[in-house]
């Protein structure tokens, strides 16, 4: 039932609103083409799982800004930490000096490592750095040259990242020459088929030696491609094939880890133990960083093999700690209790529209599925952006991806009002919808 005490949603204006539309007026003009800008929302302020944008509308998020804001907007103990780090200094670069919270925070992450070895950790600006590195690591540490990735995965826009990621081809085009040495399979998708190895086994049969690969990369859940949860069998091959062979399992965690599935990692959830995690987007509440998170036998290359001016900076790493604690402290899960009573508002909402698929997830990491029709599993692509645009004017927050899937991945606090009214406005606006496309 409603509480009648919460003041959002709201929408109070059109979208934008006057003040809204002067600012995207304003980035129009003067910003890359390269931008994306989903639907205009010109952000304000925020608490919790609510955003207000520049004209007094308020929304529930489901987003989060794409997997970032893990303790809300604006959580005191992080806001806290922030200014208090402001206030000491706000750069000294890591790769050449100390600072008491890059140590804490490279113990914390190294002592959450979940293999129960010693770890070591490099602090990075963001998740695409993480890969970057982690690429230089593996390559570094095998003495091979050859890395296999997954369709549909997304790992990041710079060039390694973006050699190993699949999933959109406008994120490619006209950017090769490409990464050399990057072979693309088949990732495991419950809902549209079969465990499968017969395109590996082709691969190394006839194309590369599995003693020649220095790495997997892959993300336990994949994240751009459409939330989508492997089997298990899928990770216990890939741990298998890298102990067999002498290559590094390296998991993407970026989008998937602290605690967003109800585990600090989503490698957890499987049992699955990787060589290498990359971590960032939720890391640090919105502040830039990530992280490499290596066992201590894997991070064996040599001093100024691998640096970063601005990585670990320590207004940053503030955030971070105080992101851990938080995450540890109470909201991990809540991840995992929100997330049951999302799944389940889900799946009734599948039981009474036709064009959801499939409703599947972990935590506070759900993909919904829209398809034409259930026996053909064809995406329905349309009617996901306009159930994006359509949700938004109601006053939620979603964000698509994969073709047909809308992703939900709100702030950790999400509590149970964000979650049951959320549930209504997009069952409101998905029968808008598909009246409008399917009727």
């Known amino acids: 039932m409603r509480d009648e005490t919460r003041d959002y949603p709201r929408v109070v204006t059109a979208l934008p609103g006057p003040r809204g539309a002067a600012i995207i007026a304003r980035d129009q003009a003067w910003s890359s083409p390269s931008y994306i800008k989903e639907y205009p929302l ?28 893990a ?17 000491k200094f706000l ?24 293999g129960g070895e010693k770890a070591r950790v490099f602090l990075t600006n963001s998740g695409t750095e993480a890969i970057e590195g982690a690429l230089k690591l593996a390559r570094h540490h095998t003495r091979r040259q050859y890395v296999i990735g997954f369709r549909n995965s997304f790992h990041g826009r710079s060039y390694g990242a973006m050699s190993l990621g699949a999933s959109k081809v406008k994120y490619r085009a ?13 990732f495991d998708d419950p809902y549209r088929g079969d465990f499968d190895t017969t395109a590996a086994d082709e691969l190394f049969r006839t194309t590369v030696a599995p003693a020649e690969i220095a790495a997997v990369v892959l993300e336990p859940i994949q994240g751009e491609g459409g939330y989508i949860l492997p089997r298990p069998e899928f990770h216990a091959y890939w741990r298998k094939f890298c102990d067999d062979h002498g290559a590094l399992l390296v998991h993407d965690e970026v989008q998937s880890g602290v605690g967003r599935t109800g585990k600090m990692w989503a490698c957890e959830q499987y049992g699955v133990t990787p060589d290498v ?14 992280a490499i998170i290596a066992r201590e036998a894997t991070m064996t290359w040599a001093s100024g093999s691998h640096g970063s001016t601005f990585g670990g900076n320590p207004v940053a790493c503030a955030a971070a700690l105080a992101t851990l604690d938080a995450v540890e402290g109470g909201l991990m899960a809540n991840a995992t209790v929100m997330g049951e009573r999302l799944l389940a508002g889900l799946r009734e909402l599948q039981r009474r529209h036709p064009s959801i698929g499939d409703v599947r997830g972990m935590g506070l990491m759900i993909g919904v599925e829209f398809v034409l029709d259930r026996r053909s599993k064809k995406p329905a692509t349309a009617l996901v952006a306009a159930l994006e645009q359509t949700a938004f004017r109601r006053g939620l927050l979603l964000l698509s991806c994969g073709q047909s899937t809308i992703r939900v991945a709100p702030p950790l606090v999400l509590d149970t009002y964000d979650v049951d009214r959320g549930l209504e406005i997009f ?13």
């Open 42 to 69: 010109v952000a304000a302020t925020g608490r919790g799982a609510m955003v207000e944008d520049v004209d007094g509308n308020r929304f529930i998020d489901w987003m989060a800004g794409i997997a970032v804001s």
């Open 71 to 87: 303790t809300g907007y604006n959580h005191p103990k992080v806001v806290a930490a922030v200014q208090e780090a402001a206030g």
């Open 91 to 114: 750069h000294i670069c890591g790769t050449d000096f100390y600072f008491e919270a890059m140590a804490a925070l490279c113990e914390r992450l190294g002592r959450l490592y979940p």
């Open 174 to 186: 006209h950017f090769g020459p490409l990464l050399p040495g990057v072979y693309h399979l088949p």
């Open 277 to 290: 995690i990359c971590s960032a987007k939720g890391l640090g509440s919105g502040m830039p960083i990530g």
């Open 427 to 439: 069952d409101a606006a998905l029968t808008e919808v598909e009246g409008q496309q399917l009727g």
